[in-house]
């Protein structure tokens, strides 16, 4: 976590367990969390989410 010019900045990463793993759809929590950031921060935050066999992989920038 890191402040530069009235943003903070995020990321995260985390491996993923190999026995039920999701696969490519997107999460109930990851989905609640765009849906929180849409209405607490329209038009002023970006949220990415990657992952790949291995890795979960999360970016997130919040105008302050």
Not at 4 to 18: A, D, E, G, I
Not at 34 to 63: C, I, N, S, V
């Amino acid at each position: 976590i890191y402040c530069r010019k009235h943003r903070l900045y995020f990321h995260s990463r985390n491996y993923r367990k190999r026995a039920g793993a999701a696969g490519n759809r997107e999460h109930t929590g990851l989905q609640n969390t765009r849906t929180r950031l849409d209405h607490r921060y329209p038009g002023r935050h970006r949220l990415r989410f990657r992952q790949d066999a291995e890795t979960y992989e999360l970016q997130l920038m919040l105008e302050l």
